[in-house]
């Protein structure tokens, strides 16, 4: 086993141990790395889609949004709502904010030195793209899951739908999986040149 197979054995076995403590972690802050997430999506939401949106807040580790529409009691969709009769839906943001703890446990197996500051680096990345997500699947969800009659009253074309849906499938489905690693890529690339040095091309004249 030469150098760079020993160092990657080690690297990886690092990593699946740091994976369950730091999950386990993740899940029980949820509620406060959630916050800062769950406040900038709903700033970004009031700005463009406040006809239709009232708020976006966070109960536990569950995102509320609320519309302005909801349902009297002949079941006519109005503006505004009845109190406490606004129609709305739930989101889980867990489910593509796992990268928070999949960057962090490759930052921490690689044995680099500034490992807290290219950690808070990366964190940061990854929660705003997970703005990214939750916003895409906000608009996703009030575009295709809603009641019928709110969904008329968006009146979106079908460019906008096609764009909204590929927005999805980038943002919610795509991005929580590959941007940690590119991000931990990025920071780690003394150590990446380490592991592969056939990858790393010496661009300093001879």
Known sequence: MNMNTSLLSTFVLRVLLYLAPLFAVWYILAPW??????????????????????????????????????????????????LQEAAGFTLNPLSFGYGLPLFAALILATPLTSKGTRLLMGELILLGLQVVSLVVCIIKSLTFEVDPLLQ???????????????????????????????????????????????????????
């Open 152 to 206: 008329q009253t968006l009146q979106w074309s079908p460019l906008q739908l096609d764009l909204i849906a590929l927005g999805y499938q980038v943002g919610f489905l795509l991005l929580p999986m590959i941007a940690p690693i590119i991000v931990w890529a990025i920071l780690s690339q003394p150590f990446l040149n380490q592991l592969a040095p056939s990858l790393h091309f010496d661009t300093q004249p001879s």
């Open 33 to 82: 790395h959630l916050m800062p997430v769950v406040t900038l999506t709903n700033s970004i939401i009031q700005a463009g889609l406040a006809d239709f949106i009232m708020w976006v807040k966070l109960q536990g580790s569950q995102v509320v949004v609320a519309t302005h529409y909801g349902f009297n009691t002949q079941g006519v969709l109005v503006t505004p709502p009845p």
